[in-house]
């Protein structure tokens, strides 16, 4: 292969990325629509997307979507056809084909805007595992290959095909069907996607585990996920506020880990290196979530929104943010929302109020293993001069600390302690 193939080919397979990136999940939900089946659908836009990997580098289509969706068409057609069970959906697909081989045109937009949502509710279903609803929605809604889940979340490819197969297989057990929920559970079930994209986008602002604190990538998928459900789902509050959490929290993104990886704590942060841009968009989504009063996506925006648009730490409406953690707290009760109204408590009243907050945590054992407690308690014991204890509880938030990057962080924190 000479110089100008590879070239020709780079460019052909990174046209097919970003088309297939931008069309998949409009792709997909129009293919479950026209064959009923799920799985048949995800399938046969894989081997739309092998196709086009081999003959764009040669001979770029005029229409690359319309491409995809009719050689998608036609590879479903041939698995209906091999499928005997399914004479009668081929017939109707063969039908639509023979009207219009080429592209999509006559396809009703609204008509698209509900398959992409269906699609969504259809991989955050309630019979699936929630790992298997992050790499169905990733796979199907998000377009990212296996291999792309499999390094957002570290896990070997292998486990992600299985989930995805494995989703597939229950859906089609449970006989799930391609359609919007009735009004009537929709915002039940809104809650379960919501709750997928705000996993997908917490493990990349925040990551679980491996020696990256952020994972950019990941987290901004989890935003391109949530404007399309707010523009799909706009009279929502909480898909707004689920947006202007994701964007509030990814504008400290350009200052929250230093040159080599390593965190960088809020109080710490160059506040002019945070993306004024992400910020205005945050604000404008927590505006549309206002609308009828917040609930809890959009009260931990509310919370964003004060820390973004703060000059300091010290300057900060910590007040604020303990009233606003006491709504979410009774909105929807964690031990998680307890600890941070902890550490705001910490700021707008000193550590002593605080230490009772976090002692209550742990004699009620609510966040058994984790990091977080010990973490808080010993930045508390710190600030009130029990250096040893502090020492203590630091050390052993580093050993229950699954990121490399934050655990250097609790070590050194332990040692400065003497």
């Not at 949530?226 to 400290?252: M, N, W, Y």
Request: proline share 6%; hydrophobic share 45%; net charge neutral.
């Amino acid at each position: 292969m000479t110089g100008r193939d590879r070239a020709r080919e780079h460019r052909g397979t990174a046209d097919v990325e970003a088309v297939w990136r931008i069309e998949s999940a409009r792709i997909v939900a129009a293919l479950t629509r026209f064959t009923g089946d799920f799985g048949l659908a995800e399938d046969a836009a894989q081997e739309a997307v092998a196709e086009a990997l081999t003959s764009w580098p040669h001979a770029s289509p005029a229409n690359p979507a319309g491409w995809l969706m009719a050689t998608a068409r036609r590879r479903a057609i041939d698995a209906v056809r091999r499928r005997t069970a399914l004479q009668h959906r081929y017939a109707l697909l063969a039908a639509d084909l023979a009207v219009d081989p080429g592209v999509d045109e006559d396809v009703d937009p609204d008509r698209i805007d509900d398959d992409v949502l269906a699609l969504m509710y259809v991989s955050c279903h309630p019979v699936l595992s929630p790992e298997t609803r992050v790499a169905l929605t990733l796979r199907v809604v998000g377009g990212l290959s296996t291999a792309e889940i499999a390094r957002a979340f570290l896990v070997p490819v292998p486990t992600v095909q299985a989930r995805i197969t494995r989703g597939k297989k229950t859906i089609a057990a449970a006989g799930v069907p391609f359609e919007l929920p009735p009004a009537s559970e929709r915002r039940e079930r809104l809650g379960g996607v919501l709750s997928v994209i705000y996993v997908i986008f917490t493990e990349g602002s925040t990551a679980t585990s491996g020696d990256r604190l952020l994972r950019p990538e990941v987290a901004y998928e989890a935003i391109r996920l949530a404007r399309t459900l707010a523009a799909l789902q706009s009279d929502e509050p909480e898909v707004h506020g689920l947006l202007a959490l994701c964007e509030l929290t990814s504008a400290r993104f350009p200052a929250r880990t230093g040159p080599e990886g390593s965190p960088i704590l809020l109080e710490d942060q160059d506040r002019r290196r945070w993306d004024v841009s992400a910020i205005r968009r945050g604000l404008a989504a927590l505006a549309e979530a206002s609308t009828r009063g917040l609930g809890p996506y959009g009260l931990q925006a509310a919370i964003a929104a004060c820390h973004a648009s703060a000059p300091s730490v010290e300057a900060t409406d910590w007040d604020r943010i303990v009233v606003l953690y006491e709504a979410l707290g009774r909105v929807a009760p964690s031990p998680v929302v307890d600890l941070n109204r902890a550490v705001a408590v910490a700021m707008a009243s000193g550590p002593a109020h605080a230490l009772a907050i976090v002692d209550e945590l742990i004699a009620s054992n609510r966040l058994p293993g984790s990091h977080l407690v010990p973490t808080v308690r010993g930045e508390l014991l710190a600030r009130l001069g029990r250096r040893p204890e502090a020492r203590a509880e630091l050390e052993l938030a580093a050993r229950l600390c699954t990121n490399q990057r934050e655990r250097s962080v609790l070590l050194g924190k332990a040692a400065a302690l003497g």
